[in-house]
């Protein structure tokens, strides 16, 4: 299969929205109360896509047209990387990890990332390193815990 990554554009938001959401929902579902998953969908608005996407920092894979993967990457700090639902464990998130650390590498020694529950094996399986454990309280007092980590790159 050949995938194409490119820098979203306006006409993306949707497409890139609608991948975040499903992601979410069937994700993180089984990892999280249902208090923080409506955190994580309120947090990923189309707004909020929008004006990372104005800023130049949203970067979408495609495989035939078809959106499958997304990250969001300011300055050395990786976020909103997700992949859809049904391509997990198929290799799309390494190809697009790979494409975010070389994207970073270019002009820092390390990247930075909040780990959800869901993405931390495979963030330390690519080498990224726990720097602090963090937690966010959202509605009805639940907490949504996560790890800040780290990736040094040899310059």
Known sequence: MTYEITTAVPADVDAVQNLVHST???VYTGCYSPEVVKFFLDYNTKEIIAA???L???HVMWE???PVATVTIK???IRRMFVADTLLGKGIGGKLMDFAE???AKNYSFARLDASLPGYSFYFRRGFRTEECGYR???GGKRLFYQV???SFNV
Do not use: T
């Open 137 to 139: 309280e959202v509605e």
């Open 24 to 26: 979410i929902k069937s």
């Open 102 to 104: 070389a994207f970073i």
């Open 56 to 58: 130049g920092v949203v």
């Open 75 to 77: 300055d050395n700090v």
């Open 52 to 54: 990372d996407i104005a």
């Open 149 to 151: 980590m780290r990736k």
């Open 64 to 66: 035939n047209g078809v």
